[in-house]
Each structure stands twice: as C-alpha cells, then as structure tokens.
C-alpha cells in the first residue's frame, strides 16, 4: 500500500507533523507539499493523509488549490486521514478549523475517514509547535495503521 502524505506550510510547523506520520506510515510513505502534489498520486495512493495549517478556520490557500486540482473521482473509496495545525487560543474557535471542513469535503466525495480528523498545537503564528505534538502526531499515524 502506497502512503501520500500531502501536507501545506508557511512556516515549517506543519510540515514537521507531515514528516512525523510519514514516518509511522512506512518506507514507502512520501511526504509532498501541495503546490507540488500530482494529483494522478492520490489516485494511485491506498492511504492519502492531509495535512494544512489552518487559516481563518480554512485549510491554507495551497490545500484549497490542491483540492480543485484532483478530479473527484480519485477520492471515491479512498482512505483518507486529515489533521490541521492551529493555536490554543479560545477566541479562533469561532471560526472553526482546517481538519474537520477537509474530513467534510473529502467524505462528501466518497472517501473513507482512517482515522478521527486532528489538530496539533502551534504557539504562535509561525510556531512553535507545543511540546509533544510530533509524538502525539506519530501515536495519531499509528492509529491509521492499525
Ligand atoms: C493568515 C493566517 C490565518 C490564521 N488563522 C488561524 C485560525 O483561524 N485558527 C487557528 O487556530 N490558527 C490560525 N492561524 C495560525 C496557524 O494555524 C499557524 O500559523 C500554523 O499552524 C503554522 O503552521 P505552519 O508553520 O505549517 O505554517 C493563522 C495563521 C495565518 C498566517
């Protein structure tokens, strides 16, 4: 089973959690960014993992683009798993988060959901990340393993 971890990030914190459950997901698991996705990958993937920092509750303008690039076909039946990064603070969870808008999306176009959608901590703006939260994103990707 091929392993497509499709991540997006600004300043590096993401990217580190992509890097984290690619790395539970096996030798074969690749980590790309999603400007540089090829979105013919998803369809031949088993498993495909989205990763985005979440802006304005949204995953990030590159994640949103990646979406619009790979035709809907290629997400029917698929196992997907998606996890966002964001901050603690009380105040941003008026506007909800990435992970849950991409699990939503990606279900609606028949995908099969491998594990709960995730967020993992940033403690600011561009980081970093919370103490733990790669080990956590790591027993989260073991959970998609199973
Ligand atoms: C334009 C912008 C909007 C953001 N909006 C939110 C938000 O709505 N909720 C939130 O929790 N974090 C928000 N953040 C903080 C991001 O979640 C944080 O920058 C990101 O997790 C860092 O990941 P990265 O290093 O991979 O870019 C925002 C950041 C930027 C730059």
Known sequence: MIALVVYD????????????????????????????ADPAAVAAAGLVVLGAPTHGGRPSQAMQ????????????????????????????????FAAPRMARRVQKMGATLAAPPEGFFVSATEGPLLAGEEERAAAWARGIVG
Do not use: C, M, Y
């Not at 683009?65 to 990064?85: I, L, M, N, Y």
């Open 9 to 36: 990030s600004l300043h590096g914190n993401t990217e580190k959690i992509a890097r984290a459950v690619a790395g539970v997901l096996g030798p074969d698991a690749q980590a790309v960014r999603a400007g540089q």
């Open 65 to 96: 683009d990646f979406f619009a690039r790979v035709p809907e076909s290629a997400w029917r039946g698929k196992r997907v798993a998606v996890f966002d990064t964001r901050v603690p603070a009380k105040w941003v969870r008026i506007f909800g």
